[in-house]
């Protein structure tokens, strides 16, 4: 089955850029929205937005200004760029497959398949 | 952005009990309402979609309800491994939102 596994650095200076990479294995990366959420600690899971596998992508109006997606479909990878961190983007990063699902030619979007997530610290 | 709250924060209950909790839409976002489940140090997992539709694999001990504003998941009979953080999330438009999650917690 599909398996997804998150990479970089668990440790980013402060002002210093964020990258992180996911490998998507087992599986097809085309016709699905590859997607970065993460979670703070103590907090609720945020979404940072997606990649679709055009390359088309759609970021949270939060931190538009900051992230820049990008999907490498010869690699099965995709990836995440999250500039002038601060401590408050401390917090463990998920990539996941975003999938339409259908219910009575209802369309759905759910994120469907996980990574096992990679706790990043932004500290000096 | 949508908010999405839920409620209680945490529950005690015991093996076997029926669970319920609650999430609530800011706005209405029909039956784009999905449901996940997260353990301690893992990444969430869907359990359902469509507000009421139950992700393949998913014991059919969950069930899920609710359209517009408001909606439940319901977990029927409680056993040792649905103890976790539930969390709803909305994907009716972007930004998604996730609510701040129920923690099932033993009694």
């Known amino acids: 089955q599909v398996q997804l596994q998150e990479s970089g650095p668990g440790l980013v200076r402060p002002s210093q850029t964020l990258s992180l990479t996911c490998t998507v294995s087992g599986g097809s990366i085309s016709g699905h929205y590859w997607s970065w959420i993460r979670q703070s600690p103590g907090k609720e899971l945020e979404w940072i937005g997606y990649v679709y596998s055009s390359g088309t992508t759609n970021y949270n109006p939060s931190l538009q200004s900051r992230v820049t997606m990008s999907i490498d479909t010869s690699r099965n990878q995709f990836s995440l760029r999250l500039s002038s961190v601060t401590a408050a983007d401390t917090a463990v990063f998920y990539c996941?497959?975003?999938?339409?699902?259908?219910?009575?030619?209802?369309?759905?979007?759910?994120?469907?398949?996980w990574g096992q997530g990679t706790a990043v610290t932004v500290s000096s | 952005d949508i908010q999405m709250t839920q409620s209680p924060s945490s529950l005690s209950a015991s093996v076997g009990e029926r669970v319920t909790m609650t999430c609530r839409a800011s706005e209405g976002i029909s039956r784009s309402l999905n449901w996940y489940q997260q353990k301690p140090g893992r990444a969430p997992k869907l359990l359902i979609y469509?507000?009421?539709t139950l992700q393949s694999g998913v014991p059919s001990r969950f069930s899920g309800s609710g359209s517009g504003t408001d909606f439940t998941l319901t977990i029927s009979s409680l056993q040792p491994e649905d103890f976790a953080t539930y969390s709803c999330?909305?994907?009716?438009?972007?930004?998604?939102?996730f609510g701040q999650g129920t923690r099932v917690e033993m009694k």
């Open positions: 996941a497959r975003g999938s339409p699902l259908y219910v009575m030619s209802i369309v759905y979007y759910v994120l469907d398949v």
């Open positions: 469509g507000a009421s």
């Open positions: 999330q909305h994907s009716y438009i972007t930004p998604w939102t």
